[in-house]
């Protein structure tokens, strides 16, 4: 089955109860048994809701792999796989993480005894140099946020294999239209679901995707185990978004790479941060391991001042300024005093982070508008 096909149909079926096209919200939280462990496959839904397994299947259809797992938000799907960690563990992830994981990992898990290393990931040197046999997890995010670095997937599966680590890889900027890691290596699929998969910014919530059964029980024992399940309506709404995610992708990224061109050639503008030029540092890495470089860009005004790129934000009449990505609306943010605004200044201009760095998710609009829209913005 192709994408668009498995889009619509993988892993749901119409209701065997009443021929409801569309998978119902099973709106329950128990089950009746005729006698008791008589059932139907389902005692209790933070264990299982019909809901959750259609949306569960249809997911690891979409990712090439053969189980879903569901949860109440991104950082839950998150917690779920640290979980599998002991003290002494060690994790190696990339220095540009996004703000949540990264607190994650450093306020809940460090102070529990796992040891974290940040390398810039996008030189798989600099994971070699910290890789060991303490080495349990190696958590990689690509394309990276907000400087969109490129992250070789399978270099880092041959890292993880070599010191027999776990690898997982959190795939929400991506969505499994642009890339499937599971092809490329990869044991764990993470997606924050709340972003591009769900892409209507209605809803919070999480998914892992997985290859492995044994990997899988242990997986769907935590989920269960710690409770950080979403409700039958949230995984209704993703399901439904599902239904459209090639076409939105393809629209994300044909405007992606409109908006991208003309900041480009704009003579206000410094940097545009975009896969999809072949001047891009990780383009190579890029162009193989993804079908296309999607929608998010991020850009840096002349002069770097940060009062140049608030100027423009608050100009803008459909880049709305508003945290999270991937809705059909086209978002804009200052990360520098939004997302990244925990990080001091000296630091953030080490990482490339200037104070005048403007993200965009560009949203499936008409793309003549949106580059009005930047044009009266950035004048
Ligand atoms: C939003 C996001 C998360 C966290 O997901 P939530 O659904 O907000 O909990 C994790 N990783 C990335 C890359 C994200 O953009």
Known sequence: MKFATKAIHAGVHPDPATGAIMTPIYQTSTYVQRSPGDHKGFEYSRTHNPTRSQLQAAVAALDNGKHGLAFASGMAAIDCVVKLLQPGDEVISTNDLYGGTYRLFTKVYEPLGIKFHFV?????DAVRAVAGPKTKLIWVETPTNPLLNVIDIAAAATVAKECGALL??????STPYLQTPIDLGADIVMYSLTKYMAGHSDTVMGALVVNDDELHQRLSFLQNACGGT?????????????????????????????????????PKVEKVY?????????HAVAARQMRDFGGMISFVLKGDRQADAIAVLEKFQYFTLAESLGGVESLSGHP??????????????????????IRLSVGIEDAEDLIEDLAQAIG
């Open 120 to 124: 810039p990931m996008h030189n798989m």
């Open 168 to 173: 997982a890889v959190d795939n929400t900027f």
């Open 230 to 266: 979403p409700g039958p309506q949230d995984c209704f709404l993703v399901l439904r978004g599902l239904k459209t995610l090639h076409l939105r992708m393809q629209r994300h990224c044909e405007n992606g790479r409109a908006v991208a061109e003309y900041l480009r050639q704009h």
């Open 274 to 282: 975009w896969p999809g030029f072949d001047n891009h540092p990780n």
């Open 336 to 357: 520098a005093s939004m997302t990244h605004a925990s990080i001091p200044a000296e630091q953030r201009r080490k990482s490339g982070l200037s104070d005048s760095l």
